[in-house]
C-alpha cells in the first residue's frame, strides 16, 4: 500500500470554482512540499510545512498540515486555467537526520475548463 | 536561490546502450543527491540516495549494476543507465540535498526524459 495517498487522482473543474486536494501519510510527516508539475517537466516548488497546524497561503492557493501531522490539503480558490496541472505532496516521514529524502503521493492531475 | 540543472534534458538511444545523466548543484554544495524516476501519469519513486565520496544507497528493486550513480564531487552526481531497453524508457529527475543545505524548498532539478528505441 501507498505510504502517501494523495486524493483525488484528477479533478476537472470548472473555471472560478474552488477546490481542495488532500494528502494522508501513515507516518508523522516531518515536512510535506507541496508542488506543480507539468506533463513531462520539473517541479515547481510551491509550498513546505512542518509544524501541526500550519497554514501558509501564496496567492489564491492554501496550504495546511493538520495537528497531528498526518495529513495536509492544499486549497486552491477561484481557480483558474493557469492552475492546471499535476499537484504532488511529497513527504519527509524520516525525520532527524534526514538530508533530504522525500516519499511521494500519486499526483492530482486538475484540469481547469474556461 | 539554490538551482540545480540536469542534463541532457532530453535523450534518445538504441537499445543496448547506456546513457549517462549529469545532476549539477549550481550555487551550492550537496552532500547528497536522490534520484528519481517518473513513468507516464505516476509519481515520483525514489531511486537511489548519492552521497559524496561513497557508495549510493538503492532502494528495493532498484538494479544497481543497471543505474550506476557516481557522486564523486560536492557539486556533480551522474547516474548512467547500462545497457538500456524501452521499460528504461522514463523521465529522471535528481534533488540536492545535505547537511547544511535548507530543507525549506527542496531543489529538484528539471529533469532528463531518456527515450529508448
Known amino acids: 500500500s501507498q505510504e502517501l495517498e494523495q486524493s483525488p487522482q484528477s479533478l476537472i473543474v470548472q473555471e472560478g470554482k474552488n477546490l481542495t486536494i488532500n494528502c494522508t501519510s501513515s507516518k508523522t510527516l516531518y515536512g510535506l512540499y507541496w508542488y506543480k508539475q507539468k506533463y513531462g517537466e520539473g517541479l515547481i516548488f510551491l509550498m513546505m510545512?512542518?509544524?501541526?497546524?500550519e497554514e501558509k497561503s501564496h496567492e489564491k492557493i492554501t496550504a495546511k498540515l493538520d495537528e497531528k501531522k498526518q495529513q495536509s490539503s492544499l486549497h486552491i480558490t477561484a481557480s483558474q486555467p493557469s492552475h492546471a496541472g499535476i499537484y504532488l505532496c511529497g513527504a519527509d516521514v524520516f525525520g532527524s537526520g534526514n538530508t533530504g529524502k522525500l516519499i511521494f503521493g500519486q499526483g492530482t492531475t486538475l484540469q481547469v475548463k474556461p | 536561490g539554490a538551482v540545480v540543472s540536469q542534463h541532457p534534458s532530453r535523450v534518445i538511444c538504441k537499445s543496448g546502450t547506456s546513457v549517462k545523466i549529469e545532476c549539477r548543484s549550481l550555487d551550492f554544495q550537496a552532500t547528497t543527491m536522490f534520484w528519481y524516476r517518473q513513468f507516464p501519469k505516476q509519481s515520483l519513486m525514489l531511486m537511489a540516495t548519492s552521497n559524496e565520496g561513497s557508495k549510493a544507497t538503492y532502494e528495493q528493486g532498484v538494479e544497481k549494476d543497471k543505474f550506476l550513480i557516481n557522486h564523486a564531487s560536492l557539486t556533480l552526481s551522474t547516474l548512467t543507465v547500462t545497457s538500456a531497453h524501452p521499460e528504461d524508457s522514463s523521465f529522471y529527475i535528481c534533488?540536492?540535498?545535505?547537511?547544511?543545505?535548507?530543507?525549506?524548498?527542496?531543489?529538484f532539478g528539471p529533469g532528463t526524459r531518456l527515450t529508448v528505441l
Open positions: 510545512l512542518q509544524k501541526g497546524g
Open positions: 534533488s540536492a540535498g545535505g547537511q547544511g543545505v535548507s530543507t525549506d524548498t527542496q531543489y
